[in-house]
């Protein structure tokens, strides 16, 4: 059984840093990309960043690149959202997610397979 479980949220100040770690087990190998989408109260999901199975290829959101790091373990199973000078419009629910099929690191929510429950992130201005 494939889970995916996110951890690390919290409530910070503008400005500060948050790490968002996700844990996927249950899978035949680490050869699979990993997304982070987040979702706003009253808003839809939206991607944020993902990282292929390599580590090498990167793809983030716009309004997050030079703020937000993607980086995995494989070792370990874990990626890493390292989150720096946040902005309250930073505040959502994040969500981790596996592409199992990705030949590419797609920004498409459609094209994730497994999610995880999702972590509060709160900043205050």
């Known amino acids: 059984q494939v889970q995916v479980v996110e951890s690390g949220g919290g409530l910070v100040q503008a400005g500060g840093s948050l790490r968002l770690s996700c844990e996927a087990s249950?899978?035949?190998?680490?050869?699979?990309?990993i997304g982070w989408f987040r979702q706003a109260s009253g808003e839809g999901r939206k991607f944020v960043a993902a990282?292929?199975?390599?580590?090498?290829?990167?793809n983030y959101e716009d309004s997050v690149k030079g703020r937000f790091t993607i980086s995995r373990d494989n070792a370990k199973n874990t990626v890493t959202l390292q989150m720096n000078n946040l902005k309250p419009e930073d505040t959502a629910v994040y969500y981790c997610?596996?592409?199992?099929?990705?030949?590419?690191?797609?920004?498409?929510?459609?094209?994730?397979?497994?999610w995880g429950q999702g972590t509060q992130v709160t900043v205050s201005s």
């Open positions: 997610a596996v592409d199992w099929t990705a030949a590419l690191v797609s920004s498409d929510a459609f094209e994730y397979d497994y």
């Open positions: 249950g899978l035949p190998s680490s050869r699979y990309t």
């Open positions: 990282v292929g199975w390599g580590g090498r290829s990167t």
